[in-house]
């Protein structure tokens, strides 16, 4: 299993500011993911963060809203930018070591842009 | 498209009752299906999950799934519910792209309501 750390847990912004959020996971996995969840649906994956290289975004998504970095095969960072009450959501970091194993999660960023 | 239909989005049950929560998915390749549960503010945990093998997988909590390859389904069940079931629910399959590349799709969620 891995245990995956985000933070913040939560955090109150305002329009036109960015938010940076770090996800750690306790060992080494070969795939690291970014989702989104609004209240009460289900997860929307914003991209794949690649170790070392750029992030494969979904349709809907891009690098100059969502600039995601992966330095190790540990860690993540997602920044949410010139953030719109549109942005409010929850985030969640996710990481596995295969598609035919099981997706770890971390508890979340709740995110509210005022 | 590929996806991922949990049929249900709501199911209410009383304690100590069965329940089924549906998921089909539309797929002509091998696959790998999962259940998540979400208690909440909480992050999702996995159930159980089904790579190969045996079509009947148990999970935690009681739950298990049953793998129909003809009718690309993996349903849910408990055999008697618990308060403490009450939760949102996720299938979620892998599913091989245009591309061979394969790609973890999200159903849409059941919340299951166990009452009293």
């Known amino acids: 299993s891995a245990v995956i750390s985000q933070k913040p847990s939560r955090d109150i912004c305002q329009r036109g500011t960015s938010l940076t959020i770090q996800c750690q996971v306790d060992?080494?996995?070969?795939?690291m993911f970014w989702y989104r969840q609004q209240p009460g649906q289900s997860l929307t994956l914003i991209a794949t963060?690649?170790?070392?290289?750029?992030?494969?975004?979904e349709s809907g998504f891009v690098i100059d809203k969502f600039p995601i970095s992966r330095p190790n095969l540990t860690f993540s960072t997602l920044t949410v930018s010139n953030m719109s009450p549109e942005d409010s959501s929850i985030y969640l970091c996710s990481a596995n070591r295969g598609m035919n194993t099981e997706a770890f999660f971390g508890q979340g960023t709740r995110l509210t842009v005022v | 498209a590929q996806s991922v239909t949990q049929l249900d989005s709501q199911v209410p049950v009383f304690e100590e009752a069965p329940v089924e929560l549906r998921c089909n998915y539309s797929?002509?390749?091998?696959?790998?299906l999962f259940w998540y549960v979400q208690y909440p503010n909480q992050g999702l945990q996995l159930l159980l999950k089904y790579l190969s093998g045996s079509t009947l997988v148990k999970g935690i909590n009681g739950f298990e799934a049953e793998f129909n390859k003809s009718q690309t389904s993996f349903h849910l069940r408990k055999p008697s519910v618990h308060i403490s079931d009450t939760a949102e629910y996720f299938c979620?399959?892998?599913?091989?792209?245009?591309?061979?590349?394969?790609?973890?799709?999200w159903g849409l969620g059941t919340s299951l309501a166990v009452n009293p």
């Open positions: 963060a690649n170790q070392g290289s750029e992030a494969t975004y």
């Open positions: 797929s002509s390749v091998s696959v790998y």
């Open positions: 060992s080494q996995v070969t795939m």
């Open positions: 979620a399959v892998t599913l091989q792209d245009a591309g061979n590349n394969r790609k973890l799709i």
